[in-house]
């Protein structure tokens, strides 16, 4: 698709970089006659021989001093220098324009929608003048055919209203949308389990394992009723496995207005908050990849499970569920008797109060989804190397969205094709990395992470021997306020990038400033597309945003719109048009914060700039140590009195943070040495500690995987065994430990410490591994 005009070549004050040969030409032509000696006759020699050496030293220092110019001139810029014009070639118009490109209509996974938006993202990336390509994987969807919602005040035949559910988002008015909203899908969970189901409907919080247990504790019986949870703590489809094992025939998610509506702002569009008729739509696998090829890539005539070997993985519902809005949700609970919910289970003022049953309302719900092998695309663009062209820094964001996407993920999109534009112009001014930069756009993450999975999959070798990081932006900008989770040696990298809008200070220092949480986050839980490359190959990774939760998160109103009104007082204003509607996009109310999008691009660029351009790689694996010291004291106090010692586990640290230390002490050395004029420097040593520093956090993972989550491979971090998105420290540990206080046997205890044991055995191989020699 063509490419728009914002595309276009440098401008004449980005060039500066470039030499004036013209110049240098000249001066090449005038050193021969400055230093030009005339020769002497016999007879004039002695009288001349004073004025003669004064004039050769004269000569000489003149053209020593010339050729330090020449050299000077010439000489290209430091790797710091294109960091900071790397800065200053952000434009204001490139995101909003990338981003109108982008949502223009809905772009689910595997859908002709999704493969345009692929061929805008490739066009782009080849534009900016980077080797672009595309690599395909046919991978296991599902598509909603049939639903159905029926709500009843009682099972049996009543005087009362039976009320059918249209469970459609309406279109608000002036939507800009409207034209394309029928392409929008229906509302559903994807790999739901087709089915009917009919039961009481009872209500369970936000349908947590202890939202579940105080039901119990309560008295109320969920066997055979359809389970009502509201969105909010816990990945959906952790919600419908806990329904599932509590017996319940089906489950309901709706979007509370107590979470979703918008804080008091109203609904949009005339607030942010999500309009009534609003759905969250999502997937429920609780797996990565696709369901048919766990561990392996799903290539062209690759082997696949069947829908029977699914179904037994335990990763797929095995009962049918539907997401619904606020109101039909209400609707719901308004028909629910029984016992008052606690006040932390109650909604916003003016909602019905709310019971937890069951019944006497009675639901009905029908679900039956097209279950189909569909085709879908990586997008890929490669800046080689010039040293290391076989170390890889990664960048990466994906594309498809359940609606428009203008937050999740595009935002992500228009930030990564701003990067690499600005790259691109880079390159034109002679920057080479000294490692290979590979910029990466994946498919099908909403479905389960699914892209990005595959390439990992189908790459895991050359991921495992050549990746030195990833570092993943999903939706880039959701608000004010930045936000990072990292493994932990990239901490202090982190901490030291410049703030791109304050020279003066780092980013870390003005996002503590802004009173937004100072703490990094960890990269423990399965909500996005670093989840492959931490927890199933053990490359060091970032994950980077601004804002948090956002209130038309997942629905048909997280389009361009809700982004334009509901914005940052420091977006520039601009114009960004379409052939069929044109925005003003006002310095004071616009909420596609083109500010916080270039800061976006600018703190994605430089933190991918310093890992592939520095001599030495930015890990610090002393802070790694620390941190896995509070992780294991905070386990050591949940299990006191209990038969199990944690003394393996911190003898492991210890040598772990030895190791650190030293490593770190080399680097230092060699820094120092390399200062020394007598010093030659040697790139085979720096590329062996190099390799230390980056193969440590592969020695983390191991072959067998967490217990009955073999995929995940790394011990350290990973999801928690209830909730997807939530982020464990030794999860292998934290699961066993939450057994053994169900079961409370011997046996039960003994495994927790096998697990402890595998943790300190994994610690111990990356502490040999930063050592770099055999024991």
């Known amino acids: 698709m063509p490419i728009p005009s914002y595309f276009g070549p440098p401008s004449s004050s980005q060039n500066s970089f470039r030499r004036d040969t013209g110049r240098e030409e000249r001066e090449r032509e005038e050193m021969p006659r400055l230093i030009e000696i005339p020769l002497l006759t016999h007879s004039t020699a002695s009288a001349a021989t004073t004025i003669s050496r004064s004039a050769t030293v004269r000569v000489l220092l003149t053209a020593f001093t010339i050729l330090l110019v020449l050299h000077l001139t010439i000489s290209p810029p430091s790797k710091s220098t294109y960091h900071s014009l790397f800065l200053s070639l952000s434009d204001n118009a490139t995101a909003a324009c990338h981003l109108l490109a982008l949502t223009r209509r809905p772009h689910v996974a595997g859908t002709p929608a999704n493969a345009a938006v692929a061929a805008y993202v490739l066009a782009a990336l080849s534009f900016s003048s980077l080797p672009a390509h595309s690599v395909s994987y046919d991978v296991f969807l599902t598509y909603p055919l049939r639903r159905s919602l029926i709500l009843s005040p009682s099972p049996r035949p009543s005087p009362g209203p039976t009320l059918a559910f249209d469970l459609v988002q309406e279109i608000y008015p002036g939507d800009p949308y409207a034209d394309v909203a029928a392409e929008v899908l229906p509302t559903f969970h994807a790999y739901a389990r087709s089915g009917a189901a009919a039961g009481p409907a009872a209500y369970a919080n936000y349908g947590r394992l202890e939202d579940f247990a ?200 228009a930030s990564l094709l701003e990067v690499a534009q600005r790259f691109g112009k880079l390159q034109k001014r002679g920057w080479k990395p000294r490692r290979t930069i590979i910029l990466c756009n994946w498919d099908a993450e909403e479905y389960g992470l699914i892209g990005s999975t595959e390439w990992v999959e189908e790459n895991r070798e050359m991921l495992t021997s050549r990746a030195v990081a990833y570092l993943n932006v999903d939706s880039a900008v959701a608000g004010p306020g930045f936000h990072a989770s990292a493994t932990p040696q990239l901490d202090e990298l982190l901490k030291q990038v410049q703030d791109p809008d304050n020279s003066s200070q780092t980013l870390y220092e003005s996002w503590v400033a802004s009173n937004y949480s100072s703490l990094i986050g960890r990269l423990g839980g399965g909500g996005t597309d670093f989840t492959a490359f931490v927890q199933h190959v053990g490359v060091p990774s970032v994950d980077m945003f601004f804002g948090g939760g956002y209130p038309v998160y997942h629905s048909m109103y997280d389009d361009f719109v809700w982004m334009e009104k509901f914005g940052d007082p420091m977006f520039h204003r601009h114009v960004a048009e379409d052939h069929h509607f044109t925005y003003s996009i006002s310095s004071t109310t616009s909420y596609l914060r083109e500010w916080q999008n270039q800061r976006s691009a600018s703190m994605w660029g430089l933190v991918a700039l310093r890992l592939a351009d520095e001599e030495f790689l930015p890990f610090n694996y002393i802070s790694y140590a620390s941190e896995l010291q509070r992780s294991a004291k905070i386990l050591e106090d949940d299990v006191l009195g209990m038969p199990v010692t944690f003394a393996p ?34 790139p085979l040593k720096v590329r062996e500690l190099n390799d230390r520093l980056m193969m440590a956090e592969r020695a983390f993972t191991d072959r067998d995987g967490l217990f009955g989550r073999e995929w995940y491979k790394h011990l350290i971090y990973g999801p928690s065994m209830h909730d997807d998105y939530g982020s464990k420290s030794y999860p292998g540990i934290d699961d066993a430990i939450e057994k053994a206080k169900s079961l409370d046997t011997s046996e039960s205890w003994s495994f927790v410490q096998h697990e402890v044991w595998r943790a300190a055995r994994v610690v111990t191989q990356a502490a040999l591994v930063l050592n770099g020699k055999f024991t």
Request: charged share 20%.
């Open 214 to 413: 105080a039901l119990r504790a309560a008295g109320v019986n969920v066997t055979g009723a359809v389970v009502l949870a509201r969105y909010g703590k816990i990945y959906r489809g952790d919600i419908i496995k806990n329904a599932e094992d509590a017996g319940a025939a089906a489950a309901v998610v709706f979007t509370d207005a107590k979470d979703y509506g918008g804080g008091g702002q109203g609904r949009f569009p005339e607030g942010p908050g999500m309009p009534a008729s609003g759905v969250q739509v999502g997937s429920t696998y609780r797996g990565s990849g696709d369901p048919t090829t766990p561990g392996w890539a799903s290539a062209s005539g690759c082997e696949r499970w069947s829908a029977a070997e699914v179904a037994a993985s335990g990763l797929m519902p095995g009962i049918p569920s539907l997401p619904v809005s606020a109101q039909d949700g209400e609707a719901i609970l308004r028909t629910i008797g029984g016992q008052v919910a606690p006040d932390d289970w109650q909604g916003v003022e003016g909602a019905p109060l709310y019971r937890l049953g069951p019944g006497p309302g009675f639901l009905n719900l029908t679900y039956i989804g097209n279950e189909t092998l569909a085709t879908i695309q990586n997008v890929f663009a490669v800046i080689e190397g010039e040293e290391e062209p076989d170390r890889y820094v990664l960048l990466g964001n994906h594309r498809d969205a359940w609606t428009f996407g203008a937050v999740d993920p595009n935002s992500g999109t």
């Open 649 to 682: 586990l911190y003898k492991s640290i210890k040598a772990l943070k030895k190791a650190a230390t030293k490593i770190d002490n080399q680097r230092k050395a060699l820094e120092r040495n390399f200062l020394s004029l007598n010093w030659r420097k040697d």
